[in-house]
């Protein structure tokens, strides 16, 4: 089975633009949860989709939002950028076998804001 | 919320030596502990984990183990190699795939 994919890889913006990422899961994934990771913070929850419903939810500002289609394919976008939103953002995919999942990790996008 | 602190934040070990990375959890409903290895540049991969009604799990050179009323959880690797070297983090996870992650153990094996 293919992994998980991101698009794109990698993302230059500037301050006040708006970005959006995707994310498409293993075949047969239907949860697929948000990350960003940086050095200083290290990797902080964002939120997690399960059959387009967000179920939960981390401590991160309404800038941030996300959405999953039918084929369980997520984006996640951040609007207003600021310089600290400069991070690797990885999404993750599982299966719905019970009510907490193995995560399998994408590649990340790497998001610089100038 | 949740805090998961992981220790130590560097770890230097000899070839076939055992390296040890010790996390403690404030949440007793986190029921799902994984551990991940992160290689410079990749994504992070699960190598083990347990759940909350588990003491102990192995997994050849690799061995987890949780103690529920301390809230801690450690990881074990045993004859360790170069290859083993990366960076480590734990998790403690919730239902609905919700996990607080550790702050991560850059593994260092000498050769």
């Known amino acids: 089975k293919a992994g998980v994919t991101q698009t794109p890889r990698y993302l230059i913006k500037t301050r006040g633009q708006q970005v959006t990422l995707s994310c498409s899961p293993i075949s047969g994934h239907r949860s697929v949860s948000w990350y960003q990771q940086t050095p200083g913070q290290g990797l902080q929850f964002l939120f997690e989709y399960f059959s387009e419903t967000q179920r939960n939810k981390g401590n991160f500002p309404g800038r941030f939002s996300g959405r999953q289609f039918s084929n369980s394919r997520s984006e996640m976008n951040v609007s207003t950028l600021e310089l600290g939103d400069s991070a690797l953002y990885l999404c993750?995919?599982?299966?719905?076998?019970?009510?907490?999942?193995?995560?399998?990790f994408g590649p990340g996008t790497r998001l610089t804001v100038l | 919320g949740e805090n998961v602190e992981q220790h130590p934040s560097t770890l230097s070990v000899q070839e076939g030596d055992s390296a040890v990375i010790k996390c403690t959890y404030s949440d007793s409903a986190s029921n799902y502990f994984p551990w991940y290895k992160q290689e410079l540049g990749k994504r992070p991969q699960l190598i083990i984990d347990?759940?909350?009604?588990?003491g102990e799990k192995k997994d050849q050179r690799i061995a987890v183990t949780l103690n529920k009323t301390a809230k801690h959880f450690s990881l074990h690797i045993t004859e360790t190699q170069p290859e083993d070297s990366a960076v480590y983090f734990c998790a403690a996870g919730y239902n609905f795939n919700k996990f607080y992650f550790g702050s991560g153990t850059k593994l260092n094996v000498k050769p």
């Open positions: 993750a995919s599982s299966l719905p076998g019970g009510p907490i999942d193995e995560q399998f």
């Open positions: 347990i759940r909350s009604n588990v």
